[in-house]
């Protein structure tokens, strides 16, 4: 599903915004506090509603979250700097991580935040220089799940979210891998 920004108060010569992130309350949301700063905002939950928006428009902007359902936001980021090397992007995620920040940021992210965050934050994150170094390292250490699940995650997005080339890989069962990403692990 595809929502734009059609209030009244829209201008045109405001900077575009794409927001991609499949919870839709958060959407509506962000969406609302972004137009009161002065974007034109336009919303998508999945990466080929993203993408068609892209293509049709590219925008100034956008906030992409990690986790789209079944799919990964990693994947997005790259598509949208192939479309428009000089889109701002900030990556938003409630599974935060050192190996999914750095992930993000090499394939062209301009910033990752942990969620919850807020229309200021996220403002001050596009203004981020790329090449800063500033993300947040945590004083406590993963938990053993949780690294393996940010590991499976990195290698999915290697592969392009295809669970049979990420399951051999990992030399594990398909349906192993499947119930493993199923289980998100609690946030640290």
Not at 110 to 124: C, E, F, G, N, R
Not at 151 to 175: C, F, G, K, P
């Amino acid at each position: 599903m595809i929502e734009s920004s059609l209030t009244d108060s829209s201008n045109t010569e405001d900077p575009s915004l794409l927001i991609v992130d499949d919870d839709t309350i958060f959407c509506e949301v962000l969406a609302k506090a972004m137009r009161k700063r002065g974007f034109f905002v336009t919303c998508a939950h999945t990466t080929e509603d993203a993408l068609s928006l892209a293509e049709q428009s590219t925008p100034e902007y956008a906030i992409i979250d990690l986790k789209l359902s079944s799919e990964s936001g990693l994947v997005l980021v790259e598509k949208l700097r192939m479309l428009d090397p000089g889109t701002r992007i900030v990556m938003l995620t409630g599974y935060a991580s050192i190996a999914t920040a750095v992930e993000a940021i090499k394939l062209g992210a301009t910033h990752y935040l942990a969620k919850p965050v807020d229309a200021d934050q996220i403002l001050s994150a596009f203004e981020r220089i790329v090449g800063e170094s500033d993300i947040p390292i945590s004083a406590h250490p993963l938990s053993v799940g949780r690294l393996e699940w940010e590991y499976i995650q990195r290698i999915l997005a290697e592969n392009d979210n295809n669970i049979s080339v990420t399951a051999r890989i990992l030399n594990m069962h398909r349906r192993t891998l499947q119930r493993k990403l199923a289980k998100r692990p609690l946030r640290e």
